[in-house]
């Protein structure tokens, strides 16, 4: 299956890093020997289009960190699912817990309303999911992921039109990671989750995000049904975000060697 790495810039950078970033990373996609995995760039919104300046004529994506599931209208302050179309973005993070956390009144019905107008406009969601630190405390982590699975999943979509991001909210920027068990038992409850929802489910591409670095990278590339990662603070570096690029390509050589 292709795998992923989604470097999500958050509110980190600045205009000048993160074309700086954009600039070189293409270079290093395009001048790089080794297959390597889809390499997406989620930058602020204002910077989306001198981003994809940078990257157009490489094989790296733009990513937009959220829209307005409205086509266009009087909504100040949003940017609608249209609008990021028309800028190139081909992914859309959907359900992150920073906005999750900001958005409180945002149900799981509008996430999958959302996710589904991102699929109409012809770009792909990256759904995300995960637990709170207290829902993993009680036990509840599988059912809370399974739930969100069940309610946010878009009722239609085909294999490729759809990412999915287990990004438990309590790993977001903490530099803790769940173990690998941990990690593998989710990703396999989601993956339950997915094929129940639709014959294709198995198809569906499953990251995991929560402080990933250039030192777990590996490891994590390395558990049972994790189809690439999601990167927050971590690759807002060159060297670092490059690193996890190809943490994930010394793992693939590890899988077809043995
Ligand atoms: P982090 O963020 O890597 O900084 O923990 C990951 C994410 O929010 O997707």
Redesign the pocket.
Known sequence: MQQYVVA?W?MFLRRKDAEHLAKHLARHVIESEEALPKVILCPSHPYLIPVHEHIKGSSVSLGAQGCHPQHLGPNTGEVGVQQVKDVNAEYVLIG???QRREHTERTNEHIRSLAEMVIEHGMIPIL?VGETAEERKKGRAKQAVAKKIQEETPRKFRPGQLLV?Y?PAW????DKTPTRKEIEEMHEAIGYELEKLTPNGKLIPVLY?????PKNAEEILRCKGVHGV??????TKLDNLWAIIKAHNAHEHEENEG
């Open positions: 999500n958050k992150h817990s920073e995300c991001a990004e790993a977001i920027g903490t995000g929560g402080s990933v670095d999601v990167v927050g603070r971590h690759g």
